[in-house]
C-alpha cells in the first residue's frame, strides 16, 4: 500500500510543480506585454495548461517507471461485446451515483469554481473529459490497483483501491461518488487486466458530466432537470441494467 500512496502523492506534487510552471511563465509573458504584473487575472488562463502539462509529466513517469507496460497488463485488448457491456454499466452506474447525490446535495463542493474555467472552453473540456480519465486510469487502475494487487487478495485490493481513489478527489461533494466508482474500476480491471473499460466509463461520466454543465448551468443534478417521477423509474431501469451488465461481464470472456 506504501508504494501506491506515494504514486498519489507524486501526482499531486506534479500538478503543483505544473501550476508554478505555467504561472512563472503567464507572470512573464504577462509583463513583457503589459509591463506589470497581475496575479489575480491569471488563474483562469493557467487552469487548462495546468492541467495539460501535469497530464504529460506524470505520464512520463508512469511509463519510466513501467507502469504502462507490458501490454498484457495495461492495454489489453477487449472484445467489442464486453466493451458495450462496460459502457453499459457506467452509464447505469452514473445515473444511480447522480440520483444518490441528489440526496446529499449539503455537501460543500470546493472545486466549482475550478470546474467552471476548465469548462468555460473547449480545450478544457476536452483536458477534463478525456485527458484527466486516461490519466486517472493509467495512475489508479494501471499503476495503484496493480499494486495492491500484487500485495493483497483481490477483493482487499479492489476496495483499498476504491477507498484511495474517493479520498485522492479531497473535494467532499466527489469523495463518496469517487469511492463508490473506484471499487467498479478497480473490479473490471482486476478482470480484464485492462485500464481500457475504466477510460470507457470515466470519459463518459466526465464528459456527461461536462455537457450538463454547461447545458444546464443552474441545474444541480440529473433530478433537477427530468423531474423526481422520471428520476424514480429512472433508477429503476438504472439498477436493472446494472444488475444485467455485471451478470454479463462476470460471464464473458474479457479477451478475443
Not at 495548461?49 to 498484457?72: E, Q
Not at 476548465?118 to 477534463?128: K, T
Not at 478525456?130 to 494487487?149: D, K
Request: overall charge negative; some cysteine; charged content about 10%.
Amino acid at each position: 500500500m506504501k508504494r501506491s500512496i506515494i504514486l498519489v502523492l507524486v501526482y499531486f506534487l506534479v500538478q503543483f510543480v505544473a501550476g508554478l510552471l505555467c504561472m512563472g511563465v503567464l507572470l512573464v509573458y504577462q509583463y513583457v506585454i503589459t509591463g506589470s504584473f497581475v496575479v489575480t487575472e491569471l488563474a483562469s488562463d493557467a487552469a487548462v495548461p495546468t492541467l495539460i502539462l501535469g497530464f504529460v509529466i506524470m505520464a512520463f513517469i508512469l511509463w519510466r517507471l513501467g507502469y504502462l507496460r507490458p501490454v498484457n497488463e495495461v492495454w489489453n485488448v477487449l472484445t467489442p461485446n464486453y466493451l458495450g457491456w462496460t459502457a453499459l454499466m457506467g452509464i447505469s452506474m452514473i445515473f444511480l451515483l447522480d440520483f444518490l447525490l441528489s440526496m446529499f446535495d449539503f455537501l460543500p463542493n470546493w472545486l466549482e469554481e475550478s470546474f467552471d474555467l476548465l469548462e468555460s472552453d473547449f480545450v478544457g473540456i476536452l483536458a477534463v473529459s478525456v485527458l484527466g480519465p486516461i490519466l486517472e486510469e493509467m495512475l489508479f487502475r494501471g499503476a495503484v490497483t496493480r499494486e495492491l494487487l500484487k500485495h493483497y487478495k483481490p477483493m482487499n485490493a479492489i476496495l483499498i483501491s476504491g477507498l484511495i481513489f474517493g479520498l485522492f478527489h479531497i473535494n467532499p461533494a466527489q469523495v463518496f461518488p469517487a469511492m463508490l466508482i473506484g471499487f467498479v474500476l478497480a473490479w473490471l480491471y482486476w478482470r480484464t487486466k485492462s485500464i481500457v473499460p475504466g477510460i470507457v466509463i470515466h470519459i463518459i461520466n466526465n464528459s456527461l458530466s461536462c455537457y450538463l454543465s454547461v447545458a444546464y448551468p443552474n441545474k444541480e443534478s440529473i433530478s433537477d432537470i427530468l423531474g423526481n417521477a422520471a428520476v424514480s423509474f429512472g433508477v429503476l431501469i438504472a439498477v436493472a441494467l446494472f444488475y444485467i451488465s455485471y451478470e454479463k461481464l462476470r460471464s464473458l470472456p474479457p479477451s478475443p
